[in-house]
């Protein structure tokens, strides 16, 4: 019996599979324990990092709020966001920016927001809309300013459009609001929304 065992220890195709059997937990550890290959990089919430993904939201707007009222993107995204007017009362607008725009309105120099003065996309900026009903102005201008992006819907609780996009290198606190009856859905009513761009 340990004649045999000596000439199985000794055999040149025991020591292959021992050599092989010893490697394989090797190989294994080093590569991260799966033979499945890598898990293509894609980036998660918490990485702040992007990796070039579509990403999908949608905004309910109603009297007088967003919800969501924050966003997170990433810079080099693509985003889908639909914009769904909920209120049968009232238009609702959804313009992104930075410092309001103040327009003078009487002789007495009173001023009221009117869209914003820095948009988050530049005039040659590639935003679509598709899938729109109740849409009353897309891009709109304020004060000779065009604003890619910007969209005014119709009271009525069904009014909706999708706009897509890629997230502009442009880091930083941006906001989406409402700018109708003379402001009065920014500044009294607070129709207001954050979004934070990072990369």
């Known amino acids: ?16 599979l021992a050599v092989a059997a010893l490697a394989l937990p090797l190989a294994l550890a080093q590569s991260g324990g799966s033979s499945g290959g890598s898990s293509g990089g894609s980036a998660n919430a918490g990485s702040g990092s992007s990796s070039g993904k579509t990403e999908t939201y949608t905004i309910k707007e109603s009297d007088y709020k967003y919800n969501p009222s924050k966003m997170t993107w990433h ?20 313009i992104m920016g930075k ?39 897309e891009n709109m201008s304020k004060g000779g300013t065009l604003q890619p992006g ?11 459009v999708t706009l897509t996009f890629k997230v502009p ?12 009856e003379k402001g009065q859905h920014y500044t009294s009513h607070h129709m207001v929304g954050t979004i934070t761009i990072v990369k």
């Open 169 to 180: 290198n442009e880091t930083g606190t941006w906001k989406y609001a409402c700018f109708e």
């Open 75 to 94: 810079v080099g995204d693509t985003v889908k966001l639909t914009i769904e007017n909920t209120s049968k009362k009232d238009n609702h607008e959804f």
């Open 99 to 137: 410092k309001p725009l103040n327009y003078v309105t009487s002789s007495f120099g009173n001023k009221w927001p009117f869209g914003w003065k820095n948009t988050l996309f530049g005039k040659k900026s590639q935003v679509s809309f598709s899938n729109g009903q109740g849409v009353m102005a």
């Open 150 to 160: 910007s969209v005014e819907l119709k009271k009525g609780g069904n009014s909706h």
């Open 1 to 16: 019996m340990k004649r045999s065992l000596y000439r199985l220890v000794r055999s040149p195709q025991y020591l292959i």
